[in-house]
């Protein structure tokens, strides 16, 4: 999965504390089409193709149903990758570090994340920044 951070526009964010604290952040966040979702699940399916061939390795069973397992996790996690966290960052509302986020990669609802100095864990809203094409 390429990210290539200097063509995806920076976006305002907030980071919203449990309390409802919150304070501005700036993300890059790559909106998925339905076209690029397929695709890239049906990539990650060709992991099957790998089935007769580990089949071969004893225990046999056993390494079939792990390739099986993993490329269709795999696919549907990209299926569902609607949007893609390329990087955050922002301070915490609780202690006011600034800081880059680690927790990047598909965005989940809601999309959590933790400061690095506090430990508590914050809420990334990102709006969408319109269509995938």
């Not at 999965?1 to 409802?20: I, K």
């Not at 979702?37 to 149903?65: D, E, K, Y």
Request: hydrophobic residues 45%; glycine residues 6%.
């Amino acid at each position: 999965m390429s990210h290539d951070s200097p063509a995806v526009p920076e976006v305002t964010a907030r980071l919203v504390f449990a309390s409802g604290e919150w304070t501005e952040a700036r993300a890059r966040v790559i909106e998925r089409s339905a076209r690029w979702r397929r695709s890239s699940a049906l990539m990650q399916l060709g992991l099957w193709l790998l089935a007769p061939i580990v089949f071969f390795i004893p225990p046999h069973l056993p390494w079939v149903l792990v390739v099986l397992v993993v490329g269709g996790m795999r696919a549907m996690s990209r299926f569902r990758e609607h949007r893609t966290l390329v990087s955050l960052h922002g301070s915490c509302p609780k202690c006011g570090t600034d800081q880059d986020f680690r927790e990047t990669g598909r965005m989940k609802r809601p999309h959590l994340v933790h400061c690095a100095n506090c430990r508590w864990e914050l809420r990334a809203d990102v709006p969408l920044s319109g269509p995938a094409s």
